[in-house]
């Protein structure tokens, strides 16, 4: 077993270490990560950023507000999901042998280290380096007199008519508490009958900004604090002896009857009844007064481990509206714009070559942020509408934009008489509401809706595009790593392939009419679909990489995704190590697989980065000599997308494309400035910045504006 070197970022309480002998058979559990356990090593790689003096000062508060909103969802839907199967008594093992009792033992103590350190990243080093720049949060007790005259007035003018004290006890029904939101706790004394009582009230941070300026606009105070400042407004007559402040986090996960007859008006039911779903996480600051406290755990039937008691602030995703607060660019990231892929315009003059001009003279890539999504992918979908040729546009929708310009462009195709199709997947999970609306939209305007499978999420990335030309139609294809979605797609690193191949246009057409009619395709001619063929796909691309691999022709798989818990794929790839195969494996987040086991994964080696945008794309690489197969889509190696979902992987043929997707892979591999290695033990260890300086998102920033240079022949502006 590697040795283990000390490193301060890394807490001995966020690793397994379970000690795996060498020999030990590859159906052994004891050669599995447990998947919750190493999400929560993902999200401690997160704070570990929040933490990086290195980091500009609000992006570091970005890390601070991701590591909570992320959290937020992993008791929603991991957690609660836990506490259901011990409620039920389910004792199902997981791959590595862990019940759920196990596993929330475990969870529930790195969870509390954590935020101790997360709490005081934030209290103890975040919050005074934000003063001294100049963005100040305050407490009341911390304003002059000018600064209390101000919150007085916002809160007699904005705050105080949108309150709503509610009782609690004296025979009345505990009030309905919302899922994530804020609320103060107050202790009343009734000085006419001598009584204490408890009331709450909400801290309407959804209707109001939870950080209330002052006046300049770069200082603030957290409006639970000006609340609680003023509770003598709220209560007259009444003694305030005490208050606390209070979240709760609500259970989120649900499910969709495959025998719904309509699974529209299903999935509404079920968004109704997750806002009553069973409380699985009581947040309050430290020290509540038991007189608050107890009262709280009684109503809401909670027991000792889904209480959370946190110094500072509650709900730190909140402070993403301190980082929107405007000016001090130099606090910040370099701005970044992405620029237009080099074949999508001209050589001479710099104006735009038509996405489908381009297509016709060969295959493209396109790489995001690096590479606009507004000239690529959007562009490629209005150009259709306003063709006249173009006879059918189809496309999924997974998670999109509220604004987003691709589902307004299908209903003017639907306007301009041209067929328009769009799979818009309603269970898309915290995105069903807008889902939703857009299916409702697109619906009224006469495009044809369609929801998908019963029972598998469509999940795969896909737009088919039918032209007519001459005596023949032509299929134009972009399958992709990402979502449809303006914003992410500035955020996200994500790739997109564009082509006119007549196979892969076939097998998207194919995989159309799966997802909206009743065909069953067996099997396609390029594509690797789930749940039709992608398993079995991989599992034969990485036993044929075992085949050809020699002393003399070495092979190498390379993948890129953001989870990895498969146990077949685990295995497959413990028996391509085993055969000598080099296995390198750039995994954003969860990772199941245990690297650099002797007999087992000695050559495999597990790298996760971070940075400025989310690594979200996946691709497959297996080289074999001469033999080289590689893939990008939608699906990460976990049951549920090879299982219960509709995927899409699609080949990259063209040597140049794979080549560009090589380097990606490599540079990924090489980084040392926000990168970190996996362990045997489980701990994920933090890359010394040793010899060159290698920074992949910073290197594909530069080669994205050399290659957009090279290609109008001036500099970009």
Same mark, same amino acid.
């Given at each position: 077993?590697?040795?283990?070197?000390?490193? *301060?970022?890394?807490?001995?309480?966020?690793?397994?270490?379970?000690?795996?002998?060498?020999?030990?058979?590859?159906?052994?559990?004891?050669?599995?990560?447990?998947?919750?356990?190493?999400?929560?090593?993902?999200?401690?790689?997160?704070?570990?950023?929040?933490?990086?003096?290195?980091?500009?000062?609000?992006?570091?508060?970005?890390?601070?507000?991701?590591?909570?909103?992320?959290?937020?969802?992993?008791?929603? @839907?991991?957690?609660?999901?836990?506490?259901?199967?011990?409620?039920?008594?389910?004792?199902?093992?997981?791959?590595?042998? $862990? /019940?759920?009792?196990?596993?929330?033992?475990? %969870?529930?103590?790195? @969870?509390?280290?954590?935020?101790?350190?997360?709490?005081?990243?934030?209290?103890?080093?975040?919050?005074?380096?934000?003063?001294?720049?100049? @963005?100040?949060?305050?407490?009341? *007790?911390?304003?002059?007199?000018?600064?209390?005259?101000?919150?007085?007035?916002?809160?007699?003018?904005?705050?105080?008519?949108?309150?709503?004290?509610?009782?609690?006890?004296?025979?009345?029904?505990?009030?309905?508490?919302?899922?994530? $939101?804020?609320?103060?706790?107050?202790?009343?004394?009734?000085?006419?009958?001598?009584?204490?009582?408890?009331?709450?009230?909400?801290?309407?941070?959804?209707?109001? $900004?939870?950080?209330?300026?002052?006046?300049?606009?770069?200082?603030?105070?957290?409006?639970?604090?000006?609340?609680?400042?003023?509770? +003598?407004?709220?209560?007259?007559?009444?003694?305030?002896?005490?208050?606390?402040?209070?979240?709760?986090? =609500?259970?989120?996960?649900?499910?969709?009857?495959?025998?719904?007859?309509?699974?529209?008006?299903?999935?509404?039911?079920?968004?109704?009844?997750?806002?009553?779903?069973?409380?699985?996480?009581?947040?309050?600051?430290? +020290?509540?007064?038991?007189?608050?406290?107890?009262?709280?755990?009684?109503?809401?039937?909670?027991?000792?481990?889904?209480?959370?008691?946190?110094? +500072?602030?509650?709900?730190?995703?909140?402070?993403?509206?301190?980082?929107?607060?405007?000016?001090?660019?130099?606090?910040?990231?370099?701005?970044?714009?992405?620029?237009?892929?080099?074949?999508?315009?001209?050589?001479?003059?710099?104006?735009?070559?038509?996405?489908?001009?381009?297509?016709?003279?060969?295959?493209?890539?396109?790489?995001?942020?690096?590479?606009?999504?507004? /000239?690529?992918?959007?562009?490629?979908? /209005?150009?259709?509408?306003?063709?006249?040729?173009?006879?059918?546009?189809?496309?999924?929708?997974?998670?999109?934009?509220?604004?987003?310009?691709?589902?307004?462009?299908?209903?003017?195709?639907?306007?301009?008489?041209?067929?328009?199709?769009?799979?818009?997947?309603?269970?898309?999970?915290?995105?069903?509401?807008?889902?939703? =609306?857009?299916?409702?939209?697109?619906?009224?305007?006469?495009?044809?809706?369609?929801?998908?499978?019963?029972?598998?999420?469509?999940?795969?990335?896909?737009?088919?595009?039918?032209?007519?030309?001459?005596?023949?139609?032509?299929?134009?294809?972009?399958?992709?790593? +990402?979502?449809?979605?303006?914003?992410?797609?500035?955020?996200?690193?994500?790739?997109?392939?564009?082509?006119?191949?007549?196979?892969?246009?076939?097998?998207?057409?194919?995989?159309?009419?799966?997802?909206?009619?009743?065909?069953?395709?067996?099997?396609?001619?390029?594509?690797?679909?789930?749940?039709?063929?992608?398993?079995?796909?991989?599992?034969?691309?990485?036993?044929?990489?075992?085949?050809?691999?020699?002393?003399?022709?070495?092979?190498?798989?390379?993948?890129?995704?953001?989870?990895?818990?498969?146990?077949? %794929?685990?295995?497959?790839?413990?028996?391509?190590?085993?055969?000598?195969?080099?296995?390198?494996?750039?995994?954003?987040?969860?990772?199941?697989?245990?690297?650099? %086991?002797?007999?087992?994964?000695?050559?495999?080696?597990?790298?996760? /980065?971070?940075?400025?945008?989310?690594?979200?794309?996946?691709?497959?690489?297996?080289?074999?000599?001469?033999?080289?197969?590689?893939?990008?889509?939608?699906?990460?190696?976990?049951?549920?997308?090879?299982?219960? =979902?509709?995927?899409?992987?699609?080949?990259?043929?063209?040597?140049?494309?794979?080549?560009?997707?090589?380097?990606?892979?490599?540079?990924?591999?090489?980084?040392?400035?926000?990168?970190?290695?996996? #362990?045997?033990?489980?701990?994920?260890?933090?890359?010394?910045?040793?010899?060159? *300086?290698?920074?992949?998102?910073?290197?594909?920033?530069?080669?994205?504006?050399?290659?957009? #240079?090279?290609?109008?022949?001036?500099?970009?502006?």
């Amino acid at each position: 077993m590697p040795k283990r070197a000390p490193s *301060k970022n890394t807490s001995s309480k966020t690793a397994e270490r379970d000690v795996i002998p060498p020999g030990t058979d590859v159906s052994d559990g004891s050669l599995f990560f447990n998947r919750e356990l190493s999400w929560l090593a993902f999200n401690n790689r997160v704070l570990q950023l929040a933490e990086d003096p290195s980091v500009p000062l609000l992006e570091r508060v970005k890390f601070c507000a991701i590591y909570a909103r992320n959290l937020d969802e992993f008791f929603m @839907i991991r957690v609660a999901r836990l506490h259901e199967q011990m409620s039920n008594r389910v004792a199902r093992l997981v791959p590595d042998g $862990s /019940t759920p009792g196990d596993t929330l033992g475990k %969870m529930h103590e790195r @969870i509390l280290e954590q935020g101790h350190r997360h709490a005081d990243c934030f209290e103890s080093k975040l919050r005074p380096a934000l003063a001294e720049k100049g @963005i100040r949060i305050y407490s009341m *007790k911390e304003l002059d007199a000018e600064g209390r005259a101000q919150m007085e007035q916002r809160f007699r003018e904005q705050i105080f008519p949108v309150l709503t004290p509610l009782a609690i006890g004296l025979g009345r029904h505990f009030p309905y508490i919302s899922n994530l $939101s804020l609320s103060l706790a107050v202790l009343l004394r009734d000085p006419v009958a001598d009584t204490e009582n408890v009331a709450r009230v909400k801290v309407p941070k959804e209707l109001l $900004s939870r950080f209330v300026p002052l006046k300049g606009g770069t200082s603030f105070v957290p409006l639970e604090e000006v609340i609680a400042h003023h509770l +003598g407004a709220l209560f007259p007559g009444m003694e305030v002896l005490d208050q606390g402040l209070f979240r709760v986090t =609500r259970d989120a996960d649900y499910t969709v009857s495959e025998d719904a007859e309509d699974l529209l008006v299903a999935v509404q039911t079920e968004l109704r009844q997750r806002r009553f779903g069973d409380v699985i996480r009581l947040e309050v600051q430290t +020290g509540m007064n038991p007189k608050l406290l107890e009262p709280l755990m009684e109503a809401l039937s909670l027991e000792p481990q889904h209480l959370y008691e946190e110094r +500072g602030l509650l709900d730190l995703s909140d402070l993403m509206a301190i980082v929107s607060t405007p000016g001090f660019a130099e606090l910040r990231d370099p701005p970044w714009t992405p620029v237009t892929q080099p074949r999508l315009q001209s050589e001479d003059d710099g104006e735009v070559t038509p996405v489908m001009t381009a297509m016709r003279r060969g295959a493209l890539l396109v790489h995001h942020p690096y590479e606009s999504f507004t /000239t690529s992918v959007e562009r490629f979908v /209005t150009e259709a509408v306003e063709d006249p040729d173009v006879l059918a546009i189809k496309q999924t929708v997974y998670r999109t934009s509220d604004k987003s310009p691709l589902v307004p462009a299908l209903i003017r195709a639907t306007e301009r008489g041209k067929q328009a199709v769009c799979m818009v997947e309603l269970k898309a999970r915290f995105d069903e509401r807008t889902n939703i =609306r857009w299916a409702l939209a697109l619906e009224e305007a006469g495009v044809h809706v369609v929801y998908g499978i019963p029972g598998l999420k469509t999940h795969a990335k896909a737009i088919l595009i039918v032209r007519r030309e001459g005596e023949k139609v032509r299929h134009y294809v972009h399958v992709g790593t +990402g979502n449809y979605n303006s914003k992410t797609a500035r955020l996200y690193t994500d790739l997109g392939l564009f082509t006119t191949d007549p196979d892969i246009g076939a097998d998207v057409a194919d995989l159309f009419n799966f997802l909206t009619g009743f065909a069953r395709p067996k099997s396609f001619r390029k594509l690797l679909v789930a749940p039709v063929n992608m398993r079995e796909g991989l599992l034969e691309e990485v036993r044929r990489t075992i085949a050809q691999h020699t002393p003399e022709t070495p092979s190498r798989i390379v993948l890129k995704m953001n989870a990895l818990v498969d146990p077949m %794929m685990i295995r497959a790839l413990y028996d391509a190590s085993r055969a000598g195969v080099k296995v390198e494996l750039n995994i954003r987040g969860i990772c199941c697989l245990r690297p650099q %086991m002797p007999g087992v994964s000695e050559n495999i080696r597990v790298i996760s /980065t971070l940075g400025r945008f989310l690594e979200h794309s996946r691709v497959y690489l297996f080289e074999r000599g001469g033999d080289t197969r590689c893939y990008i889509g939608s699906a990460d190696l976990m049951p549920r997308n090879l299982d219960h =979902r509709v995927e899409a992987l699609t080949p990259v043929e063209d040597p140049t494309l794979v080549a560009q997707v090589r380097d990606i892979l490599d540079r990924c591999l090489a980084e040392n400035t926000h990168a970190w290695v996996l #362990q045997a033990d489980g701990a994920w260890l933090r890359r010394p910045p040793e010899g060159e *300086k290698r920074w992949a998102q910073q290197e594909l920033m530069e080669r994205a504006v050399r290659m957009a #240079q090279a290609s109008t022949g001036r500099p970009l502006p």
